[in-house]
Nanobody
């Protein structure tokens, strides 16, 4: 099993910045690509960004490109999401997730952390 714990959410005004962190514990060797998802009220959960375990290859959804940066430290078993130039539409619960290396699915999830951006 892999356990994920997010931290760093909060409230900020538009244009501000927040940094989310995800601590990974347990069978960390079971996790491959990791990602950040978010879910706003009344909307489906969406993938915000992901990063590969090897090589650090990244993907960003169009709405956050140039504003968010995902990173990971495999030695420390952590992943981060630096969010700059935040907009009210970034308001959501953000989840850290990890793909299982065997199933290829996002089988491991954190509890979520609230990010609120006011205009």
């Amino acid at each position: 099993q892999v356990q994920l714990v997010e931290s760093g959410g909060g409230s900020v005004q538009a244009g501000g910045s927040l940094r989310l962190s995800c601590a990974v514990s347990g069978r960390t060797s079971s996790s491959a690509t990791m990602g950040w998802f978010r879910q706003a009220p009344g909307k489906e959960r969406e993938l915000v960004a992901r990063i590969s375990r090897i090589g650090g290859y990244t993907y960003y959804t169009d709405s956050v490109k140039g504003r968010f940066t995902i990173s990971r430290d495999n030695a420390k078993n952590t992943m981060s999401l630096q969010m700059n130039s935040l907009k009210p539409e970034d308001t959501a619960v953000y989840y850290c997730a990890a793909r299982d290396r065997d199933t290829g699915q996002y089988d491991y999830w954190g509890q979520g952390t609230q990010v609120t951006v006011s205009s």
